[in-house]
Structure formats: structure tokens, C-alpha cells
């Protein structure tokens, strides 16, 4: 079974101040990815990654900054929190070569006061 | 516009009756996942699809890239079957897909 963690599962933040969310991954995939799931939203995609040392912009990067140090770890940075960032975020893995299913932790919740 | 476009936005059912959950796509998809979101909040994969249709348990899902779309048919709704439901599609070069906005089902005795 896919293993994909996330650090921490809860986090109180305030405005202002960085915030960063982890990601491990133990199924050597070359992809990750980091959504967003507000209510009414779905899962917007913010940052992924094809593997160690890239990083590519999804579909709402802004106030949002992604590192992909090695295979298996992949952060989501906040620079300078704000409110409008209070969300659940969920990181996924998934095989570039097979391509046939996401694997995602199991979500952080983040407030930002 | 979105490019995935998911109905209802919310269901009811009764135990042991079943609907169908379905994602409109304004372009040409590769492929279509179906995940529920539990309780506690996990993603749970439920299909991949790149074309036809499967079938797990009391769960079915098609897949038709033609007429852009895909639908997921639950049957003999049990309580535990409540939740969130995604569809997320892909259309196509490394795999990074678009989620519709979900589907709220909650399961009444």
C-alpha cells in the first residue's frame, strides 16, 4: 500500500509568519503534488513536482513556494501567512510512468489568525 | 469556465437505494479518477479510468473521453458510504488532474 505522510496534521499560525507543510513519500514516485479543499472549491492544485529538484506551478502557486529537496520529500512553503490561506491541504505521490492513481496523505488543517 | 464540471453538489439517499454522481468535462479528457473524502478527512481512491467502465462492489464508474464525461453509480447505499466524492480528470502529458468541486452524499437508515 502507498505510504504518503504529512507534517504536521494541524497547525495555528498567525499572520505574518511562514508556515511549512511537509510531505513524505516512501513509494518512489517521481510525482508530487500539493492541493488546497476549501468548501465549494474542490482540490485546487498549488504546487508539483516531476521529481528532486524541480518544481512547476499548478493552478493557484501564488503566496505559495515548494521545495523538492529529494525523492521522497516535498514542503509547501508559506512565506507570509494570511487568513485567506486557512485551508486543508493534501499532498499526493503518484508514478509518472504509470500514471494511474494519486496517492495522498491524509491532509493538514491550517489556520492562519 | 472550470474544466470539470460535477452534479449534484449534494445528495441524499436512503439506505439501500442508489444514484448516480456525474463530472462534465469542457475538453478533451486522457483520464478520470473518482476518490471519496471520509470523515476523518483521507482521500480514498475509488477508480481510475481511461476508458470504459469498472465496477468495485456496490460502485460503478464510466468513462467516455468522446462525450466528455464520467459518471459513478452507487448502489444499495449503506450509512458508511457517506462522504465527499471528487472526480478529477487528466487531459493528458505528465499526469496532473483537475478535481470538479465534489459531491456531498450523505446516507440516511
Known amino acids: 500500500e502507498a505510504a504518503v505522510t504529512q507534517s504536521p496534521r494541524n497547525k495555528v499560525a498567525v499572520t505574518g509568519g511562514k508556515v511549512t507543510l511537509s510531505c513524505n513519500q516512501t513509494?518512489?514516485?517521481?510525482?508530487m503534488y500539493w492541493y488546497r479543499q476549501d468548501t465549494g472549491h474542490g482540490l485546487r492544485l498549488i504546487h508539483y513536482s516531476y521529481g528532486a529538484g524541480s518544481t512547476e506551478k499548478g493552478d493557484i502557486p501564488d503566496g505559495y513556494k515548494a521545495s523538492r529537496p529529494s525523492q521522497e520529500n516535498f514542503s509547501l512553503i508559506l512565506e507570509l501567512a494570511t487568513p485567506s490561506q486557512t485551508s486543508v491541504y493534501f499532498c499526493?505521490?503518484?508514478?509518472?510512468?504509470?500514471?494511474?492513481?494519486?496517492?495522498f496523505g491524509p491532509g493538514t488543517r491550517l489556520l492562519v489568525l | 469556465g472550470d474544466q470539470v464540471e460535477q452534479s449534484p453538489s449534494a445528495l441524499s439517499l436512503h439506505e439501500g437505494t442508489g444514484s448516480a454522481l456525474r463530472c462534465n468535462f469542457t475538453?478533451?479528457?486522457?483520464?478520470v479518477q473518482w476518490f471519496r473524502k471520509n470523515s476523518r478527512g483521507s482521500l480514498i481512491n475509488l477508480f481510475y479510468?481511461?476508458?470504459g467502465t469498472k465496477e468495485n462492489g456496490r460502485l460503478k464508474s464510466a468513462f467516455d473521453s468522446k462525450e466528455r464525461y464520467s459518471t459513478l453509480h452507487i448502489r444499495d447505499a449503506q450509512l458508511e458510504d457517506s462522504g465527499t466524492y471528487f472526480c478529477a480528470a487528466d487531459s493528458g502529458g505528465n499526469y496532473k488532474p483537475t478535481f470538479g468541486k465534489g459531491t456531498s452524499l450523505v446516507v440516511h437508515p
Open positions: 475538453t478533451t479528457m486522457r483520464a
Open positions: 513509494n518512489n514516485h517521481n510525482n
Open positions: 479510468l481511461a476508458s
Open positions: 499526493a505521490s503518484g508514478d509518472a510512468g504509470r500514471q494511474d492513481t494519486q496517492y
